[in-house]
Structures are given as structure tokens and as C-alpha cells.
């Protein structure tokens, strides 16, 4: 299966001050290692959805990584899910499933994408579980994409989409990652900030 990687890194943060994805920790952007993580994980292409200051966040990435620009990224995660999912349905050839990753989850590694990743088909209905709750990323066939942007609106990307359906399988990550996001400096480990 061909499984493309969706980074959606377009948010301001308001929250956190600045955009997350210019956020460091370790040495290291979170957008770069999203990106890491993705490839690392076996995804291929990567498509990184940029908004708010683009230009800053495009110097990160490396040049093996598709970016689209999202005009109306204010207007929440599904906007960015949308524009990620069009691009993805023009490529050539398409990918069999998506993987969508969000910028703030610095401790989703490489292991929890891989494991994600063996869920994939183009009928995959997939989403990561930490301890029986349900988390991120994503995977999904590319049977839904149409499905998906029609319906998504502001700022709850595929979750409306995703509930009670009977066909989603929970991924279960939680001895790998706690899969927790960042939406403060205080969510980030005290000596990894900057």
C-alpha cells in the first residue's frame, strides 16, 4: 500500500504565542520532525499544509516534501484537511490511504506511524488510541477523501466525520507515545523548550 503522509502545520497557535510549527524542541522544529517522523515511518509522498507564516515554516523543510498553502487556514483544521486532501487526489500516481499527522505532537514517533501504517488500504478507517482513548494520527483510504472535504468545517478536521462510525479501527499507541499535543510553552518538557 501506498501511503501518502498529510502534515497539517498550518495553525497560528494563539495559544501557545506563535505558530507551533516553528516551536522547537530538542534542537528541532516541530514541523522538521513531523516530517522526520512521517518518512521515518514509511510514508511516501509527504504533503505539508502551510497558513500562517508559510514562508518562515517553508525554510525548515526539506526538499523531498510537497507544500500547499491554505488562503483560508483561519478558518481552522478543516480547511487545511481539505486543501491536504485535493492535493493529495491530483498526484500521480494517487496514494492508496493518508496518514494525517498534526505539527504539535512532538512525542508521536516513527514507531507510531509504522504501526498506523500497516492499517492502510483504500478503504482504511484507522485513528491512534493512547490507552483506549481515542488520538492522532489518522489513516485514511483514499475511498473517503471526497467524502471528507465535503463535509469538514472549522476547526475539527475528519472528528464529526470519524464519530460512531462502524467501520473505524482504533490503532492502539499507548506503549509507544502518550500522543499528547502541545498547546502551551508549560506542555513542552522543561528543558526541551525554546
Known amino acids: 500500500m501506498r501511503t501518502a503522509g498529510l502534515l497539517l502545520a498550518a495553525g497560528a497557535g494563539r495559544r501557545f504565542g ?35 507564516r508559510a514562508d518562515d515554516v517553508r525554510t525548515l523543510l526539506p526538499g523531498r516534501v510537497t507544500t500547499v498553502y491554505v488562503p483560508d487556514w483561519e478558518e481552522g483544521m478543516s480547511a ?68 471528507i472535504a465535503d463535509v469538514t468545517r472549522g476547526d475539527q478536521g475528519a472528528r464529526e466525520w470519524l464519530r460512531g462510525r462502524d467501520d473505524l479501527r482504533f490503532v492502539e499507541c499507548g506503549d509507544l507515545s502518550e500522543g499528547t499535543d502541545v498547546d502551551s510553552p508549560a506542555d513542552l518538557p522543561g528543558d526541551r523548550r525554546s
Open 18 to 52: 506563535r505558530p507551533k510549527a516553528l516551536v522547537e524542541v530538542d534542537g528541532e522544529a516541530l514541523v522538521t520532525r513531523a516530517v522526520r517522523v512521517l518518512a521515518e515511518g514509511g510514508c511516501a509522498p509527504i504533503v505539508v499544509v502551510l497558513g500562517a
Open 80 to 147: 487545511s484537511l481539505r486543501e491536504g486532501l485535493r492535493t493529495l487526489a491530483h498526484l500521480g500516481p494517487v496514494p492508496d490511504a493518508v496518514l494525517v499527522h498534526l505539527v504539535d505532537l512532538p512525542g508521536v514517533g516513527a514507531d507510531v506511524v509504522a504501526r498506523l501504517r500497516e492499517s492502510a488500504s483504500p478503504e482504511a478507517v484507522a485513528r491512534a488510541a493512547y490507552g483506549g482513548e481515542p488520538g492522532h494520527p489518522v489513516v485514511l483510504g483514499r475511498r473517503w477523501w471526497a467524502d
